[in-house]
Each structure stands twice: as C-alpha cells, then as structure tokens.
Nanobody
C-alpha cells in the first residue's frame, strides 16, 4: 500500500520561506510521478508542481514559477517543495500526490494521481 506523509508546514511572514517534505513508502516502481497541490478554504484544489522521479522533468504552475522548487532524494524516498518569497495568497493546505502509472511526458498537475497524503498547513500572514 502506498503511503505519503507531508511535513514542514507552518506559519511565516510574507517574504519568508518554508520547505515541505513528502515521505513516500510502498512504491516499488523506480520511476513515478509526484506532485504538490494546495487548497484554501472555499477554493478549488490547485496544482503547484510535479516531478518525475527517476527522470529530469519538472512542471510548475505559473503562480509559483520562480519562487517554488520541487526536488527529490531517492535515498530517502522523499520529495521536497522549497517555497521562497511566500505571499499571503499561498496560504492553504498543501498535499503531495504520487502515481507510478503516469508516464514521464504526462507528469503534470492535470494528471490523475491515485495516491494522496493527508496534507500540511501553510499560513502566510503579517
């Protein structure tokens, strides 16, 4: 059974930084698609970034491009989301997702991810 556990959320001031982690277990494939999403109260879920584990492809939504960086550590089976220059509009619950069935060239936030974590809260306010 695939399990994803997010951590690293918290409360920061505008312009601050946070690094989110997503620890994965139960994935036997050597290559798979992982992504970060967020959802604020009363709003639809928004795709943030994806990375194809075992490859070099990454994808970023325009709203975070240049500020957020997605990366992974194969040895630790963990994906990261480095968030810099945070804005109040970044406030949301952040979720990671994964799916070994998504091909590398289709690994973006529109993909149908089959596995989701429980989320970690990010709050950006003065």
């Amino acid at each position: 059974q695939v399990q994803l556990v997010e951590s690293g959320g918290g409360s920061v001031q505008p312009g601050g930084s946070l690094r989110l982690s997503c620890a994965a277990s139960g994935i036997t494939a050597s290559s798979y698609c992982m992504g970060w999403f967020r959802q604020a109260p009363g709003k639809e879920r928004e795709g943030i970034a994806t990375i194809f584990i075992g490859g070099s492809s990454t994808y970023y939504a325009d709203s975070v491009k240049g500020r957020f960086t997605i990366s992974q550590d194969n040895a630790k089976n963990t994906a990261y989301l480095q968030m810099n220059s945070l804005k109040p509009e970044d406030t949301a619950m952040y979720y990671c997702a994964a799916d070994p069935g998504i091909r590398g060239w289709l690994c973006d936030t529109s993909a149908g991810f089959g596995h989701w974590g429980q989320g970690t809260q990010v709050t950006v306010s003065s």
